[in-house]
T-cell receptor, first 115, second 120 residues
Framework: AQSVTQLGSHVSVSEGALVLLRCNYSSSVPPYLFWYVQYPNQGLQLLLKYTSAATLVKGINGFEAEFKKSETSFHLTKPSAHMSDAAEYFCAVSKSGGATNKLIFGTGTLLAVQP | GAVVSQHPSWVICKSGTSVKIECRSLDFQATTMFWYRQFPKQSLMLMATSNEGSKATYEQGVEKDKFLINHASLTLSTLTVTSAHPEDSSFYIC????????????????FGPGTRLTVL
């Protein structure tokens, strides 16, 4: 079975500081991995996705994530946090291929950005 | 592109009534739509997978008679919460997968903005 674990339900950084949100996955088959952001009372917006091409994936809003098979990790980073980055972030995994494969979400990390 | 809408964005109803939530893919055709439920400060829990023209596949523990799903067209899926009770109060989010082969190969889902249901 596939799963993702997000370490740290709450992360607080200062504006301008590095953002690092951790995600580890478990999958018996090559995974597709995703990071989504959710602002209060809104749906999810895709930040970036890994689909077995380049291991370093660049997304929107300056975020990027690196797929490390040896560490089964897909951590999300941003060099310099903005106040607007404050939101909930979800890591998700899906099986590669297939028409109706489900997304399995982590428990989320709430990012706070301090001025 | 790839916009998904939900209607209504919020609804308040009395216990015992039924509520219908619509999920529409506005600029693409979606053979598959998903319905999620999210409790406050928690992750998304997949309730069911909805395929156009066929019965929905429900996740374990989700009552199919309680949460009726209809996916009658390639752009519309509906979730009806029947005989709603206060414990059904939650944030319901749908997502849709494009039937185009390029997008389907990435298993990318496009999410709606969610519907906040409050049952009094």
């Amino acid at each position: 079975a596939q799963s993702v674990t997000q370490l740290g339900s709450h992360v607080s950084v200062s504006e301008g500081a590095l953002v690092l949100l951790r995600c580890n996955y478990s999958s018996s088959v090559p995974p597709y991995l995703f990071w989504y952001v959710q602002y209060p009372n809104q749906g999810l917006q895709l930040l970036l996705k890994y689909t077995s091409a380049a291991t370093l994936v660049k997304g929107i809003n300056g975020f990027e994530a690196e797929f490390k098979k040896s560490e089964t990790s897909f951590h999300l980073t941003k060099p310099s946090a903005h106040m607007s980055d404050a939101a909930e972030y979800f890591c998700a995994v899906s099986k590669s291929g297939g028409a109706t494969n489900k997304l399995i979400f982590g428990t989320g990390t709430l990012l706070a950005v301090q001025p | 592109g790839a916009v998904v809408s939900q209607h209504p964005s919020w609804v308040i109803c009395k216990s015992g009534t039924s509520v219908k939530i619509e999920c529409r893919s506005l600029d693409f055709q979606a053979t598959t739509m998903f319905w999620y439920r999210q409790f406050p400060k928690q992750s998304l829990m997949l309730m069911a997978t909805s395929n156009e023209g066929s019965k929905a596949t429900y996740e374990q523990g989700v009552e199919k008679d309680k949460f009726l799903i209809n996916h009658a067209s390639l752009t519309l899926s509906t979730l009806t919460v029947t005989s709603a009770h206060p414990e059904d109060s939650s944030f319901y989010i749908c997502s849709a997968k494009s039937s185009a082969s390029g997008r389907s190969s990435y298993n990318e889902q496009f999410f709606g903005p969610g519907t906040r249901l409050t049952v009094l």
